[in-house]
């Protein structure tokens, strides 16, 4: 069982996502989102009561959660392009809602209530759309932070899950080169020592040289 870091307070979540403003690299665990989160959703409740302006600041501010946005989806190991389709459709709308605001404050007919009309019905159809796929954001920022590393690198919550997976922490600022789902780790590559038989003798056998010698000398007759 891999051990679970405890969440983090208020004050530290703040502190570490707003240190990681611009990053959208790594992961974020649920307490440094949803802390961050709740903040920004009372300052934009606050903003959107301030005419023209209120709404502008309030579209800043979320811009500002997009990096952690995406931390929190890689955490659970899934990629960004659903918070893309989001904060698209929403800026559109927040877009739309200003210029019929706009358009109202410097009618001089009814045509142009009729354009305002027109488009805060557009911003508001883009609104009911942006709120469903805000849903399935929510349900994915509230699962639990994959125990083992993935291609974005170790568990925030879990880092106890990269002892257990052989994983090694790439160099800051770089992507694991390798996937982690699928792929059998690599074999050492030993080599097989280089025996080899045993040399034979390269001389053969030496042969007599000489012939056997025959007496020199006749044999002795008898006197």
């Known amino acids: ?8 307070e208020i004050g530290p ?11 959208m690299n790594g992961r974020s665990r649920r307490s440094e989102f949803w802390w961050t989160m709740l903040v ?9 009561l301030i005419p023209v302006a209120g709404p502008i600041l309030s579209l800043l501010l979320g811009i500002a959660t997009i990096p952690l946005a995406v931390r929190r989806m890689h955490d659970t190991g899934k990629g960004p392009t659903l918070i893309w389709v989001f904060y698209g459709i929403y800026a559109l709308a927040v877009l739309l809602t200003v210029i019929s605001v706009l358009v109202i ?3 001089t007919s009814f045509s142009a209530f ?7 019905a557009i911003a508001g159809f883009l609104m009911i759309v942006a ?12 699962q639990d932070s994959q125990p083992f590393p993935n291609q974005w690198g170790i568990s925030p919550k879990y880092p106890d899950g990269q002892l257990n997976s052989g994983y090694q922490q790439p160099p800051y600022g770089q992507q694991p080169q ?9 074999q050492p590559n030993y080599q097989q020592p280089n025996y080899q038989q045993p040399q034979q003798p390269q001389y053969p056998p030496q042969q ?12 002795q007759q008898p006197q």
Request: charged share 5%; hydrophobic share 40%; proline share 13%.
């Open 1 to 8: 069982m891999v051990n679970a870091v405890p969440q983090l």
């Open 13 to 23: 979540a703040l502190q570490l996502a707003f240190s990681r403003i611009t990053d």
């Open 40 to 48: 920004v959703g009372i300052a934009s409740v606050i903003l959107s």
């Open 105 to 107: 404050k410097s009618a």
């Open 114 to 120: 009729d354009t305002a009309g027109t488009l805060a």
């Open 131 to 142: 709120g469903i796929i805000g849903i399935v954001l929510i349900v994915f920022w509230c």
């Open 178 to 186: 390798q996937p982690y789902y699928g792929q059998q780790p690599q």
């Open 208 to 219: 007599p040289q000489y012939p056997p010698q025959q007496p020199q000398y006749p044999p």
